[in-house]
């Protein structure tokens, strides 16, 4: 059974940093190209940035750019989103997902990808 289960959320205050994981479990986690999105409150998904499968070619969000860095330990079947700079706007619930097909569209729908976690909230608020 694919597993995907986030951890790293939490509340920060704006400027502040958060390091999200993804712990992967169920299938050959090295040899696909994997995914963080987000959902505001109220708002649908929204890509974030994408890592293909050796880690060697990242792509993030105009929104996210210079601030948040994708990574992963094929080792340790685990993805990572390190995000500094954090700002309100980036207020949402994160998810690692395995996108189905690629490019991941700006404003993906569940269908582009073919298994999720559960999400961990993320908040920046003063």
């Known amino acids: 059974e694919v597993q995907l289960v986030e951890s790293g959320g939490g509340l920060v205050q704006p400027g502040g940093s958060l390091r999200l994981s993804c712990a992967a479990s169920?299938?050959?986690?090295?040899?696909?190209?994997m995914s963080w999105v987000r959902q505001a409150p109220g708002k649908g998904l929204e890509w974030v940035s994408v890592i293909n499968s050796d880690g060697g070619s990242t792509t993030y969000a105009d929104s996210v750019k210079g601030r948040f860095t994708i990574s992963r330990d094929n080792a340790k079947n685990t993805l990572y989103l390190q995000m500094n700079s954090l700002k309100p706007e980036d207020t949402a619930v994160y998810y690692c997902?395995?996108?189905?097909?690629?490019?991941?569209?700006?404003?993906?729908?569940?269908?582009?990808?073919?298994?999720w976690g559960q999400g961990t909230q993320v908040s920046v608020s003063s």
């Open positions: 169920g299938f050959t986690f090295s040899s696909y190209t």
């Open positions: 997902a395995n996108p189905s097909q690629l490019p991941v569209r700006p404003r993906p729908s569940w269908t582009d990808f073919g298994a």
